[in-house]
C-alpha cells in the first residue's frame, strides 16, 4: 500500500474531531485503502487496537451487518467491551439499511469517532445532511494524479514512456497490482466499468434500460472537454432510434455524477460576473474508464489533457469554473483563498492560428489575475501580455499554486 499523502494528512487534521467524516468518490479509487493505511497509523501512534472496529460491508464477514440495528448493536457491544471511545470504520456504508440512523445514534452518544466510505454521493447529499445538518466533513478521494501514479509506478523521475502509460491507463490504483500490458488493464478496467454501472447506477436508481443508459455514458465520454448540450444528446440517442427528452437526460447525467463518475463544471459569464444555468462541460472521472468503454484514441489527445489538468485542479481543492468572454472561451477558471486564475490548455502552439486562438480570450481579460497557458511545449519564449506559459507535465508534478 502506497501513502496518499495528501488525504492522509486530511484525515489527520480531522481526526478526533466532533464530526463525521465523510469519504467519497469512484469506486476502486482508493477509499478502503486509503482507511487501512489510516489505521496503520493510528496503531503505530499507540491507538489501542481494541479501540479500532473496521466494517467493511464487500467482506462476507459482516453480511450479519445488515440494517441500522445490527450496526448500532456490532458497536455497542465492542464500545461496551472496550469501556473507551472507538473508532469506527463503516467501509460503503450505502449497504447497511438506514445506516444513518445508526451514525446519527451513535454521533450523539459519542461512542465513536465514526469514518464512512461510499460510492455513491446521494446517499449522503440527502439521508445524512438531512439527519446531521453540518456536523459531518466530507473527505472526497479521486484516482491518481500523475504525480501519484510514478509513486505506484515506483518511478523516481518522470520519462515519456510513463506519461504516455498514464494517459492511456488513468489513475485507478488497481491498475498497479497487474501484469502491465495493455490487454490486461483494460480488462480489469472493463471489469471496474461495469461495476460502477451495475452497483452504484443501475441497481442504486432502478433503470430498468441498461442499453439506453449506456449510449448517454458513450456520448458523455466522447465529449468530454467540450460544450455540453441536452439536445445533442436527445438529437444523438434519436439516430440511435432511442427516443427521448431533456429531462431523461439530465436525470441520467445526474446518477453518473452521484456515482462519482463524471464531474460538472459550470459556465461563468466574465464580463457579467455570474453562473450561467446552460452550456457546462463535462469530465470523466478516470480517463482509463473512457478508454475501456472507447477504446484510446491519440486524436484525442487535448480533450485527454484537459481531462488530466481539471483532476489535477480539483485535487488541489480549486473551486474550477468554464469561463466565457463574448464569444470566447476560457478552459478554467480557478478560485481558492478568495485568490483567482485563468487557464487554457492545449496540446501544442504548434501555429499561428492556435497560438491566437488560445491567446485571445485571455488577453482580452483586463483584471490583474494570473492567467497561464498549459501546453506539451518544452520550451518556452518570455510572457506574452502578462500570460505565463507552462509545460503541462511540470504543472502536475509540480505542487505550486497558481496565484
Known sequence: MYNRKTYLERL??????PVIKIITGLRRSGKSTLIKLFIDSLLHSGIDARRILYINKESLQFQHIATFEDLYREVMSVYKQVKQKLYLFVDEVQEIDHWEKAVGSLHSEDVADIYLTGSNARIFAGELATLLGGRYIPIPVLP??????????????????????????????????????DNIIYEYLNAVYDTIILRDIIKRNHIRNPAFLEKIIQFIFDNIAHIFSAKRVVDFLKREHRPTNVETVYNYIRYLSDAHMIYRVPRYDIKGKRLLEVREKYFVADIG??????????RDVSQILENIVFIELKKRGYRIYVGQFDDLEVDFIVEKDQQKAYLQIVYLLA??????????????IKDNYPKYILSMDKHFPPDRQGIRQLNIIDFLLSEEFLM
Request: avoid cysteine; aromatic fraction near 16%; charged fraction near 30%.
Open 289 to 298: 474508464l473512457r478508454h475501456a468503454l472507447l477504446g484510446f484514441r491519440a
Open 12 to 17: 489527520f487534521q480531522w481526526k478526533d474531531r
Open 351 to 364: 501555429t499561428e492560428e492556435t497560438i491566437q486562438r488560445e491567446f485571445g480570450p485571455l488577453s482580452r
Open 144 to 181: 491518481l494524479t500523475y504525480s501519484e501514479f510514478l509513486i505506484f509506478r515506483q518511478k523516481d523521475m518522470h520519462d515519456e514512456t510513463t506519461f504516455n502509460e498514464f494517459l492511456r491507463f488513468g489513475g485507478l490504483p488497481g491498475i498497479h497490482h497487474l501484469q502491465w500490458e
